[in-house]
């Protein structure tokens, strides 16, 4: 499967962003999904996940109430749509699917491929 990030760009503070993730090559239907991101000089960090369904959602603190992560599987694509972007969310942003299907998801952390991530910049 190839994934395929994209909706970064500079904002200001307080603006919001939708990022799209499109996969190509498999359905996305039998699979959580979620989005991580990486930072300079900082680990990558797992941020939202979602379940094949939808029904559930996971979020990392530092986002949670302000980002939604949420998925069309007849289009193969997940979003995630981020509100009042703070500065420190300045990040490069990766999408990823899990290898298993419909394994149980338990937090924001997927296991499986990433694709290609999308810039995203927030000055103060």
């Known amino acids: 499967v190839q994934l395929q990030a994209s909706g970064g760009g500079l904002v200001q503070a307080g603006d919001s962003l939708r990022l799209s993730c499109a996969a190509t090559?498999?359905?996305?239907?039998?699979?959580?999904m979620g989005w991580l991101r990486q930072a300079p000089g900082k680990e990558r960090e797992s941020i939202a996940s979602?379940?094949?369904?939808?029904?559930?959602?996971h979020y990392a603190a530092s986002v949670r109430g302000r980002f939604t992560i949420s998925r069309d599987n007849a289009k193969n694509t997940v979003y995630l749509q981020m509100n009042n972007l703070k500065p420190e969310d300045t990040a490069v942003y990766y999408c990823a699917v899990d290898n298993v299907a419909d394994r149980a998801l338990t937090s924001t952390a997927i296991y499986g491929s990433r694709g290609q991530g999308t810039q995203v910049t927030v000055s103060s």
């Open positions: 979602i379940t094949r369904g939808g029904g559930t959602t």
């Open positions: 090559g498999r359905t996305i239907s039998l699979y959580n």
